[in-house]
């Protein structure tokens, strides 16, 4: 069966930092690209962060960059993201996907977790 876990999401205060990871079962992530997402209450899910199936080519919303950081280790069969400098503004549920191409567009991936909650708070 295949399975993306998210893990890591939790309540931290503002200017915090936290790293999310995406581990896989039933399949290899080494042959997709992974998009990070997320959605707030009320609004449409957007896409945060995107990685190649290399690693070579990431790609972030213009929300997140300079703050989140995506990664991936094929081995351990997890993409990770590292999240400072956190915002009341980047509380949401936080999604991985996986699909042929990396891209910030949701209808791009194929297969999805069932996300991690962050919450951003004092």
């Known amino acids: 069966q295949l399975q993306l876990v998210e893990s890591g999401g939790g309540l931290v205060q503002p200017g915090g930092s936290l790293r999310l990871s995406c581990a896989a079962s039933?399949?290899?992530?080494?042959?997709?690209?992974i998009g990070w997402f997320r959605q707030a209450p009320g609004k449409e899910r957007e896409g945060v962060s995107c990685?190649?199936?290399?690693?070579?080519?990431?790609n972030y919303a213009a929300s997140v960059k300079g703050r989140f950081t995506i990664s991936r280790d094929n081995a351990k069969n997890t993409v990770y993201l590292q999240m400072n400098s956190l915002k009341p503004e980047d509380t949401a549920v936080y999604y991985c996907a996986a699909g042929p191409w990396a891209t910030l567009t949701p209808g791009d991936y194929d297969y999805w977790g069932k996300g991690t909650l962050v919450t951003v708070s004092s």
């Open positions: 039933g399949f290899t992530l080494d042959y997709y690209a």
């Open positions: 990685i190649s199936s290399s690693g070579g080519s990431t």
